[in-house]
């Protein structure tokens, strides 16, 4: 069964650091774009950075660049989200999603992607 999983997600103080792990099983991941989406509180879900298959390019959303970086392990079959200096409105659930298709093109609100995990919850206050 094709699945992916998160976890790390905690609660920390503004100004502090997180790393989320997403795990795939099931499928080749070399072949899959990988990325994370964010759904906050009595908000829309909105894509926050995936990586591509092959040569490994990256994408992020505007609120976190410079604050957020993604990377994977490709024998450990594993991204990683590296959030630093977390800020209030960083709080929310976060998914990973794996699909076929270039992340590029992904719907912003992740709609018709294949594979998401459950999510892992984040929340950032004082």
């Known amino acids: 069964q094709a699945q992916v999983v998160e976890s790390g997600g905690a609660s920390v103080q503004p100004g502090g650091s997180l790393k989320l792990s997403c795990v795939a099983s099931?499928?080749?991941?070399?072949?899959?774009?990988i990325g994370w989406f964010r759904e906050a509180p009595g908000k829309e879900r909105e894509g926050i950075s995936c990586?591509?298959?092959?040569?490994?390019?990256?994408n992020y959303a505007d609120s976190v660049k410079g604050r957020f970086r993604i990377s994977k392990d490709n024998a450990k079959k594993t991204v990683y989200l590296q959030m630093n200096n977390l800020k209030p409105e960083d709080t929310g659930m976060y998914y990973c999603v794996a699909d076929r298709h270039p992340c590029l093109s992904w719907d912003p609100k992740g709609r018709h992607l294949q594979i998401w995990g459950q999510g892992t919850n984040v929340t950032v206050g004082s």
């Open positions: 990586i591509s298959s092959d040569e490994g390019n990256t």
């Open positions: 099931g499928f080749s991941s070399d072949y899959y774009e």
